[in-house]
């Protein structure tokens, strides 16, 4: 089942404008970024996050995305405060690894 455009809308709307948090169409669902880094997606109506090191400390359950795909951490959509920190602390972690690759 692909993800509404309502159900986007809605986590969109969670987010401060200066969090700076964007998605891109995928096949059905989306790809959250947050000033421009990966950092999760929308499947199935789930807010999933990729997982990183500092994320864990949150204690999200895991959910796979799609059949094949790496597990991912499932962040409770109703907490927007939780799913702010959880964006925030989830893309610098991107960004980093993403910057120690380029080294």
């Not at 998605?23 to 199935?44: H, S, T």
């Not at 359950?61 to 405060?81: C, L, Q, S």
């Amino acid at each position: 089942m692909a993800t509404s455009k309502e159900f986007l809308n809605f986590v969109l709307e969670s987010f401060d404008p200066s969090d700076g948090v964007t998605a891109r169409a995928m096949m059905g669902e989306y790809c959250l970024y947050r000033q421009g880094v990966l950092f999760g997606g929308l499947y199935d109506g789930r807010v999933l996050v990729k997982i990183t090191e500092n994320n864990a400390q949150f204690g999200m359950p895991t959910a796979i995305p799609y059949n094949g795909a790496k597990p991912m951490y499932f962040v409770d959509a109703d907490d927007r405060e939780l799913m702010r920190e959880v964006a925030r602390v989830t893309s610098e972690d991107m960004a980093r690894v993403k910057s120690k690759k380029k080294n």
